[in-house]
């Protein structure tokens, strides 16, 4: 199985701060990258696929990078809304693998 | 609009059955793979299977292999997950989402095992 690892675990910032969570993979995976953001009590919401395309609706402050086996994702500029766990997941093979999650919380 | 809602959970006892349905509206069913995935109390996401368009291919994670079944019925929109030999670790909200990067999800139904 392909193992994920996001880093860090969990982050403090501030509204308007510029964040970058990483993901990487134990084996290439090409660009089969998936990132979600889950808030509180919600289901998870897709943000990002194929490393770096923005889903549909998804704000532009959302970016995606990365191939291989290293992947981040960047928020631009941290809005009260954007505080929430994300996720990365790879679906270049089975069993799909998400990340351990990294808690996004206000300073 | 896209719509994905579960439905089946509940509580039940250590052993036991329990069937998750996921009706789907707003799109071409037949047209995406569909998933499931739970999400134990407090901790993150872990994918459980999927199901091509036909059915005809379905996966699963280790820890659930011969006791849960994914299918699909595309001619009423719908998704399942039949879930026995329940054990305490399968207590979790279960998902379902669609297609190969998961770009929508449902709500969740929680299924609880305890005795």
């Known amino acids: 199985d392909i193992q994920m690892t996001q880093s860090p675990s969990s982050l403090s910032a501030s509204v308007g701060d510029r964040v970058t969570i990483t993901c990487r993979a134990s084996?290439?995976?090409?660009?089969?990258l998936a990132w979600f953001q889950q808030r509180p009590g919600e289901a998870p919401k897709s943000l990002i696929y194929?490393?770096?395309s923005l889903q549909r609706g998804v704000s532009s402050k959302f970016s995606g990078s990365g191939s291989g086996t290293d992947f981040t994702l960047t928020i631009s500029s941290l809005q009260p809304e954007d505080f929430a766990t994300y996720y990365c997941?790879?679906?270049?093979?089975?069993?799909?693998?998400f990340g351990q999650g990294t808690k996004v919380e206000i300073k | 609009e896209v719509q994905l809602v579960e439905s089946g959970g509940g509580l039940v006892q250590p052993g036991g059955s329990l069937r998750l349905s996921c009706e789907v509206s707003?799109?071409?069913?037949?047209?995406?793979?569909m998933n499931w995935v739970r999400q134990a109390p407090g901790k993150g996401l872990e994918w459980v299977a999927n199901?091509?368009?036909?059915?005809?291919?379905?996966y699963y994670v280790d820890s659930v292999k011969g006791r849960f079944t994914i299918s699909r019925d595309n001619a009423k929109n719908s998704l399942f997950l039949q879930m026995n030999s329940l054990r305490v670790e399968d207590t979790a909200v279960y998902y379902c989402?669609?297609?190969?990067?998961?770009?929508?999800w449902g709500q969740g139904t929680t299924v609880t095992v305890s005795s």
């Open positions: 989402a669609r297609g190969y990067d998961l770009d929508v």
């Open positions: 707003g799109f071409t069913f037949t047209s995406y793979w």
């Open positions: 199901i091509n368009l036909d059915g005809g291919e379905k």
């Open positions: 084996q290439d995976i090409y660009n089969y």
């Open positions: 194929a490393a770096s």
């Open positions: 997941q790879q679906y270049y093979n089975h069993p799909r693998t």
